[in-house]
Nanobody, 119 residues
């Protein structure tokens, strides 16, 4: 089993910043995992926000390019999402995700952390 625990969400004004963290634990060989951040706003489908491969390559949704940065710390088994210039449309529950290559790419999700951008 793999456990993912997110933290760092909260209420922030438009234009502000937040840094989300995701700590992985359990039966995970973290260095071989690609890691992802998804978000889900009320009434909308869950969408991929940012991804980082085990080699450190990154990819972003068009809506967050230039504002969000994903990074990882293999020693800490953690992945981060630095969010700058936040907009009200970034309001959502943010989820950490990985697919375990040692379990036929079974999906694992964290419990989510709420990000609210409002004045």
């Amino acid at each position: 089993q793999v456990q993912l625990v997110e933290s760092g969400g909260g209420l922030v004004q438009p234009g502000g910043s937040l840094r989300l963290s995701c700590a992985a634990s359990g039966s995970i060989l973290f260095t071989i995992h690609d890691m992802n951040w998804y978000r889900q706003a009320p009434g909308k489908q869950r969408e991929l926000v940012a991804a980082i491969t085990r080699g450190g390559s990154t990819d972003y949704a068009d809506s967050v390019k230039g504002r969000f940065t994903i990074s990882r710390d293999n020693a800490k088994k953690a992945v981060y999402l630095q969010m700058n210039s936040l907009k009200p449309e970034d309001t959502a529950v943010y989820y950490c995700n990985t697919k375990n290559p040692l379990q036929s790419y079974r999906d694992y999700w964290g419990q989510g952390t709420q990000v609210t951008v409002s004045s």
